[in-house]
T-cell receptor, first 105, second 116 residues
Framework: LAKTTQPISMDSYEGQEVNITCSHNNIATNDYITWYQQFPSQGPRFIIQGYKTKVTNEVASLFIPADRKSSTLSLPRVSLSDTAVYYCLVARGGFGAGTRLTVKP | GAVVSQHPSWVICKSGTSVKIECRSLDFQATTMFWYRQFPKQSLMLMATSNEGSKATYEQGVEKDKFLINHASLTLSTLTVTSAHPEDSSFYIC????????????FGPGTRLTVL
């Protein structure tokens, strides 16, 4: 399993853009990078997935450099409801510690 | 689409009893299902991976005789916690994957187990 490293916590304010970076130095050639959001006492919710370069959907963007050893989740204009734990996953089953994002008013 | 359900959402049982948790993929066929355990303020810990019709593969340190996993169909997997003890109290989460490119996992809402 590819180990992932993320900042333990981040603080932001409403309306700001938040970027969370995940390191995955041992990513395998066929591994995709997937980001999940989790609220307390709920299962993780899919945010975005990518393999290389940039992916964008209605809620986030994912930036992946050419060497794929890291990835950055970008959340535009966060709101209080975005306060949650965010995980990046690069191989089946291997969740890291996640990043606890706190959005303040 | 891609909805995964779990039942029950919470359960309280006495020490020494067994508890079964069901995980269902409602609108897709899941070739692989995963079972996780999550303690308060901690990350998800993978317990086992199961493929339909095959025996589950357990992670190191997870007792296969205590946590029985059955994946009898492409839409149902069950986790049975046998002879539960208070230390087994946790949040159990399942996920399902179609095996398609990207191997995206779709997660269930979780089951809160409390063993008295």
């Amino acid at each position: 399993l590819a180990k992932t490293t993320q900042p333990i916590s981040m603080d932001s304010y409403e309306g700001q853009e938040v970027n969370i970076t995940c390191s995955h130095n041992n990513i395998a050639t066929n591994d995709y990078i997937t980001w999940y959001q989790q609220f307390p006492s709920q299962g993780p919710r899919f945010i975005i997935q990518g393999y290389k370069t940039k992916v964008t959907n209605e809620v986030a963007s994912l930036f992946i450099p050419a060497d794929r050893k890291s990835s950055t989740l970008s959340l535009p204009r966060v709101s209080l409801s975005d306060t949650a734990v965010y995980y990046c996953l690069v191989a089946r089953g291997g969740f890291g510690a996640g990043t606890r994002l706190t959005v303040k008013p | 689409g891609a909805v995964v359900s779990q039942h029950p959402s919470w359960v309280i049982c006495k020490s020494g009893t067994s508890v079964k948790i069901e995980c269902r993929s409602l609108d897709f066929q899941a070739t692989t299902m995963f079972w996780y355990r999550q303690f308060p303020k901690q990350s998800l810990m993978l317990m086992a991976t199961s493929n339909e019709g095959s025996k589950a593969t357990y992670e190191q340190g997870v007792e296969k005789d205590k946590f029985l996993i059955n994946h009898a169909s492409l839409t149902l997997s069950t986790l049975t916690v046998t002879s539960a003890h208070p230390e087994d109290s946790s949040f159990y989460i399942c996920s399902a994957s179609t095996g398609a490119l990207g191997n995206e996992q779709f997660f269930g809402p979780g089951t809160r187990l409390t063993v008295l």
